[in-house]
């Protein structure tokens, strides 16, 4: 069996936050024991709720915070021992809003020829010659080349990200809701776009998200993150079709459908989520969970291994 590209083992993250003049520091686990491997050439997509760890996870993997306990191993190699510059060649992000991402003050050449001229790649002619394939294999006029972020629409703004991200020849890139300040109409060009690369090119994406038609219709694989745990990890059709824990059935149900004689979807969570700094007892869903009894309330359900999936619940939905 191939080794994972990627391996996250049992990374946690633990911010001391205040709890204002006169109260004590709060401790607050954005990532409370994640572990999951990513195979090359796939996709895993990673949902959840806003506030479940997924942002702060991806920040770890691209070096932009330290995990407190845990390792990332890249081809076997803890990529702690990685410098900067040996990461960032590896592992590159797309950010969700291509305008806050690209310096305003730098022309569409500069914005992709830097990570070469950081590296050291190539001479200031090769490094041109770089920059208009990696602009023709993303769709965008060599015209533009001069041009700046705010002269170009939303979409090529993106495809200048990910021209970016790209022209360095990573192995992994970490999509971040890489679509979701776009407008609907050039959205579905982003994702076809990602699919070609990732079949021309042979990347390995990590696709962070909380739309789940994006994920289903990117993803080979997804995990769900609730409160800083992956609490189910699946084959993408598996997860979509059968569902094992209620958490994962309450997102499903809340997708919003075509048919108008469905309605409103409910998805029985309520509008609160949870304080991370102050997880419930237990199984951290047991509150929002409609099976919930009280086993739940005071024993942490541990990972069950079944079918090529993993799902963290006592009842789950075999």
């Known amino acids: 069996m191939n080794e994972p590209l990627l391996e996250i083992k049992n990374i946690r993250k633990v911010y001391r936050i205040s709890g204002g003049m006169f109260q004590r520091r709060r401790t607050l686990r954005a990532v409370n024991g994640v572990s999951f491997a990513v195979d090359r050439g796939s996709v895993l997509g990673l949902v959840g709720e806003s506030g479940c760890g997924k942002s702060t996870l991806a920040k770890i993997m691209l070096g932009l915070e330290t995990a407190s306990e845990g390792k990332i191993l890249l081809e076997g190699q803890d990529i702690a021992a990685l410098s900067c510059r040996q990461r960032t060649r590896r592992i590159q992000p797309v950010f969700q809003d291509p305008y806050a991402s690209l310096n305003p003050r730098k022309s569409i050449q500069a914005i992709i020829s830097l990570p070469l001229q950081v590296h050291k790649v190539g001479t200031t002619a090769e490094q041109n010659v770089q920059v208009e394939k990696i602009m023709d294999l993303m769709g965008l006029p060599r015209r533009v080349r001069y041009n700046y972020p705010n002269q170009l629409s939303g979409g090529q703004r993106q495809r200048v990200a990910i021209a970016r991200a790209l022209i360095m020849k990573p192995e992994l890139v970490i999509c971040d809701e890489p679509t979701s300040a776009l407008d609907v109409s050039v959205q579905s060009q982003i994702l076809n776009l990602l ?13 962070i998200s909380h739309d789940l ?29 059968k569902p094992l824990h209620p958490y994962t059935t309450a997102l499903l149900t809340s997708v919003l459908t075509p048919d108008p004689e469905l309605g409103l979807p409910e998805t029985h969570l309520g509008v609160a989520y949870p304080n991370p700094s102050e997880p419930p007892s237990g199984c951290t869903f047991h509150p929002r969970c409609p099976k919930a009894v009280e086993r739940c309330k005071v024993k942490i359900p541990q990972p069950v291994l079944k079918d090529g999936r993993m799902v963290e619940c006592h009842f789950p939905n075999y």
């Open 213 to 241: 038609a994006v994920v289903e219709h990117l993803a080979s694989r997804v995990a769900v993150m609730y409160l800083g745990r992956i609490v189910e990890e699946a084959p993408t059709e598996m997860l979509f079709k």
């Open 195 to 207: 699919i070609d690369l990732r079949r021309e090119l042979g990347l390995t994406y990590i696709l």
